[in-house]
Nanobody, 128 residues
Framework: QVQLVESGGGLVQPGGSLRLSCKAS????????IGWFRQVPGREREGVAC????????KYSDSMKGRFTVARDNAKNVVYLQMNDLKAEDTAVYYC?????????????????????WGQGTQVTVSS
């Protein structure tokens, strides 16, 4: 059972930036592809971005391409989501979770969660 903790959310003005962090305390994050997801109350959770175990590849939802960047530092056991040019519609609770890796070369991550062990998430609010 993988337990991840998200942090770094907050209130930011439109056009601003935030960097979210996803950390694991009891295991090696580098063994997993990690995905970022977000959810607005009353709506389904949606995939945002993912990154493979050793940063071989990344994947983004179309609406985030060019604005969000996912990265990881396995030495520090952390995965980041850099969010730039934030818009009001980016307001949501953001979560990270292990995702499936497609068996290809190079490996590719998918925005399909491997489990249902969602953490508390971190709230991102974009408002003037």
């Amino acid at each position: 059972q993988v337990q991840l903790v998200e942090s770094g959310g907050g209130l930011v003005q439109p056009g601003g930036s935030l960097r979210l962090s996803c950390k694991a305390s009891d295991f090696t994050l580098g063994h997993y592809s990690i995905g970022w997801f977000r959810q607005v109350p009353g709506r389904e959770r949606e995939g945002v971005a993912c990154i493979t175990e050793n940063s071989e590849s990344t994947k983004y939802s179309d609406s985030m391409k060019g604005r969000f960047t996912v990265a990881r530092d396995n030495a520090k056991n952390v995965v980041y989501l850099q969010m730039n040019d934030l818009k009001a519609e980016d307001t949501a609770v953001y979560y990270c979770l292990e995702v499936f890796t497609l068996t290809s070369f190079p490996p590719l991550c998918s925005l399909r969660p491997q489990s249902d062990d969602w953490g508390q998430g971190t709230q991102v609010t974009v408002s003037s």
